[in-house]
């Protein structure tokens, strides 16, 4: 099984290495690396180029984008595996055995997709663990409830964004949200929890920079919400929102 495996970059320099290393470091061996950035001009392609040379399974371009997920669009396109994911440029896999794990997951049952659990880290000190999103296993009713699983840890099968497409580029900073909706929605899939942490994400990503992000993203997910006909968008969206405040009491 090919596990296809994405990261968007724009100016990375500071965060790229870990992120890269962490995937290349990975146990499992049949990886297809795919970078997509968007005309850095700091030393990211320096990086990127320099990675490259000794690990042939990294495919990498460079141009304008119109965000991350025009970028993480792209590359789900270039991408040939069995199974696609996101490792973004702030963000590391939690340990070398994750991708091993999960392809284990899609191997042992016909399952459409795979998420666990994620932790945040201070962006300076990617030791220190500042926020833990403990997931659950999947039911229909959590939609309802706001729930989703995190995107960063979320790997789906390609034959569902051959299906469902791709991120709508109408979202901005909510597009994973209604990603999600759409294919957590539809009963024919099937989506297997890891109670193990796939990722690590450091704080202080697009969603969460400012306040003014935040009550941008929650009118997103409000239009998510809606668009994907999902009863009592208000109320579902407040308790998406709600339901963060555990996450940063359990340390």
């Avoid at 990086?47 to 990498?60: G, Q, R, T």
């Avoid at 016909?110 to 998420?115: C, E, L, Q």
């Avoid at 202080?204 to 003014?212: I, Q, W």
């Amino acid at each position: 099984m090919k596990i296809s495996i994405i990261t968007a970059t724009y100016n990375s320099a500071k965060t790229l290495e870990l992120c890269m290393d962490s995937v290349l470091q990975q146990t499992y061996s049949n990886i297809e690396y795919i970078i997509v950035d968007g005309g850095s001009t700091d030393e990211t392609l320096n990086l990127i180029k320099l990675k490259s040379d000794n690990h042939p399974n990294i495919i990498y371009s460079s141009e304008p984008d119109k965000g991350i997920y025009d970028a993480l669009n792209k590359g789900i396109s270039k991408a040939t595996g069995d199974v696609i994911g996101f490792v973004h440029s702030d963000d590391f896999l939690a340990d070398p055995a994750v991708i091993a794990t999960i392809a284990t997951a899609f191997n042992e049952a016909a399952i459409d997709g795979v998420y666990g659990n994620l932790h945040y880290v201070q962006f300076d000190d990617p030791e220190k663990i500042v926020r833990n999103w403990t997931s659950q296993p999947f039911a229909p009713k959590l939609l309802k409830r706001g729930w989703m699983p995190a995107h960063p840890t979320l790997f789906l099968t390609k034959k569902v964004y051959d299906t469902h497409g791709q991120f709508n580029l109408n979202y901005t900073i909510a597009a994973d949200y209604d990603f999600i909706l759409r294919i957590f929605k539809h009963d024919q899939y099937s989506f297997k929890y890891l109670p193990h942490t796939i990722m690590k994400m450091r704080v202080g990503g697009a969603s969460n920079r400012s306040l003014t992000n935040l009550v941008h993203k929650t009118k997103e997910d409000y239009k998510a919400a809606k668009t994907n006909k999902i009863n009592f968008p208000v109320l579902v969206i407040l308790q998406k929102n709600l339901s963060k405040i555990p996450q940063w009491l359990v340390k």
